[in-house]
C-alpha cells in the first residue's frame, strides 16, 4: 500500500489504554496546528471501537483549542446511549490536561427506509484534471513557507479540482466549488475504515469556500481561518478508494465568521455523505500579516 496513506491509516487505529479510553498520535501536514480532519477522524475511530454492529450515520464536532503536533491525544468515550436501534458516542479529545475537541457521533442499525436524494452536479469527470499539488513554481515562490508546504507535499488522497484556484492573482468567484477526491491506494472492505477516512477528509476546502466572493489573495499571509465546528452526515455506505465529487458551497459569510456545506457524490451520482461547517474568518489590515504557527482560536 502506499506509505502516505498507510501511515494514515495508522493514525486512525488508535491505542486502547483500557475501556474506553484511547491515545491517538499527530501529523504536521503544513497546516497552522493539528489539522481538525484529523482529531475528527479520530475521535470517530474512538467512537468506532465502543459499538459492534452499527454504522455511524452522524457525527458534530466543536474544536475547542489548537492541538500540539508533539504531544498525544487523549479520546475519553461516553457510551451515552445503547438502544434498539440507535448508539450514541461522546468523545472528548484531551491534550495537556484540556480539551481540545468534543464530539457527539451517533450510531445505527441497518435498515431500509424511504428513499432521494438530491441530484449530482453537472461538472467534468477527474479524468484530465490536475491534481491540487500541481502548482507552478512561479507560484509557488510567491505563497508562504507554511501554505507552500501545505499545497506541495504527499497525501494520503488526491484532489483534483474542477476549477483550480489562483493564488497569487484575487479573483471574485461565486461561493461554490467542486473537487474530485480519491485515496491514492485501494483500501480494505472495512466501513468503519471508510467512515472514519470519510471523516478526516471532509475537513479539507471546506472553509475555504465561504473566502471566494472576496477574492482575498491567500499569498500575503494577512488571512486567519480556524474551524469551530464541523458536522458530517453519513446517508449510505461509502468508499473513499473510489472517485468521489465534493461539492461545496457557502450560503453565508458574518460576523467574521463563514459558514459553508459540502456533498460527497459517487461517480454514478450516489450522494453517500453531507458536511457542514463554520470558522473563523479574519482579514487581517494591509500590511500585516498571521504570526507563524498561529491560532485564530486564540486571537478571538
Known amino acids: 500500500m502506499n506509505p502516505v496513506l498507510q501511515d494514515l491509516i495508522t493514525l486512525l ?7 474506553n479510553i484511547f491515545r491517538g498520535q499527530s501529523r504536521d501536514i503544513g497546516s497552522a496546528q493539528v489539522f481538525g480532519g484529523q482529531v475528527v477522524g479520530q475521535a470517530l475511530s474512538a467512537a468506532h471501537l465502543t459499538v459492534e454492529s452499527r454504522r455511524a450515520h ?3 464536532a466543536y474544536f475547542l483549542r489548537r492541538g500540539d503536533m508533539n504531544a498525544p491525544i487523549i479520546y475519553e468515550v461516553d457510551r451515552a446511549r445503547d438502544g434498539g436501534s440507535f448508539s450514541v458516542r461522546r468523545v472528548v479529545a484531551i491534550q495537556h490536561g484540556r480539551p481540545i475537541l468534543n464530539l457527539a457521533a451517533s450510531f445505527q442499525s ?7 436524494q438530491a441530484r449530482m452536479p453537472d461538472v467534468p469527470g477527474p479524468e484530465g484534471l490536475q491534481d491540487a499539488t500541481e502548482v507552478a513554481k512561479d507560484v509557488l515562490e ?4 507554511k501554505m507552500r508546504r501545505y499545497l506541495t507535499d504527499k ?7 474542477v476549477h483550480p484556484l489562483n493564488f497569487t492573482e484575487p479573483e471574485v468567484l461565486p461561493p461554490v466549488k467542486h473537487v474530485w477526491i480519491r485515496a491514492v491506494d ?16 471532509s475537513d479539507y476546502e471546506l472553509l475555504g469556500t465561504s473566502t471566494l466572493p472576496h477574492g482575498l489573495l491567500f499569498a500575503r499571509g494577512n488571512v486567519l481561518m480556524a474551524s469551530l465546528d464541523h458536522a458530517l452526515w453519513f446517508h449510505r455506505d461509502v468508499r473513499v478508494d473510489e472517485w468521489l465529487l465534493y461539492t461545496f458551497d457557502s450560503p453565508n459569510a458574518s460576523g467574521a465568521r463563514g459558514f459553508s456545506r459540502g ?3 459517487t461517480r454514478s451520482g450516489v450522494l453517500v455523505a453531507s458536511s457542514a461547517q463554520e470558522g473563523l474568518v479574519r482579514v487581517l489590515p494591509e500590511g500585516q500579516q498571521r504570526p507563524p504557527r498561529s491560532d485564530p482560536r486564540q486571537q478571538r
Not at 142 to 145: A, E, V
Not at 155 to 161: G, H, T
Open 13 to 19: 487505529r488508535l491505542e486502547r489504554i483500557e475501556d
Open 58 to 60: 452522524s457525527l458534530h
Open 110 to 116: 441497518p435498515e431500509a427506509g424511504l428513499e432521494h
Open 142 to 145: 510567491l505563497i508562504p513557507d
Open 155 to 161: 497525501r494520503p488522497f488526491e484532489f483534483r479540482p
Open 186 to 201: 485501494s483500501l480494505p472492505d472495512d466501513a468503519s475504515l471508510h467512515q472514519n477516512l470519510l471523516a478526516y477528509v
Open 263 to 265: 456533498q460527497f457524490f
